[in-house]
């Protein structure tokens, strides 16, 4: 059975265009679509449904802060606490995912454009020994962000 059928908006995977589909016909490779844009058909596998407008379910997003100066086992502990996010639902910026290479200045103003995108800010219970958490806790409370402190409760 066809998975698209006529009058189906469909995107080409791989160059992003939209198009109407206008015939389906039955080939030895399997179903190929075509439109009035093209005389060529696509394979089903080369195209992706356009779904109607429909409003999409937004999620929280949360800012991951802690300690990482000096913390050998820093990309452990963000990933634990990156995927107990994502896990409950949240959008999780974290700078744990950052190259390696930057300055302090740069990891720091780059990580306070992170912080100022996102609702939540979620702070990891090492923070207060990191001289960048605490100037996010500042910046986190001036922004009027929650804040929320990560724990087995929030990762369970």
Known sequence: ??????????RDRRFGRTFTINLVKRECLG??????????GWLENSL???EPDQPKPTRQTVYLAGKITGDNSYKEKFSRAHSA???????????H???LGFSQDAYMRITAAMLAECEVVCFLPDWRDSIGAKTEMKQAIELGKTIIFYSEEVAG
């Open 48 to 50: 992706e449904p356009i």
């Open 31 to 40: 179903y190929v679509y075509f439109t009035d844009e093209c005389s060529f």
């Open 1 to 10: 059975m066809s998975k698209y059928k006529v009058g189906d908006r469909v």
């Open 97 to 99: 995912i950052l190259p």
């Open 85 to 95: 996010l994502l896990y409950k639902g949240y959008m999780v910026l974290s700078p």
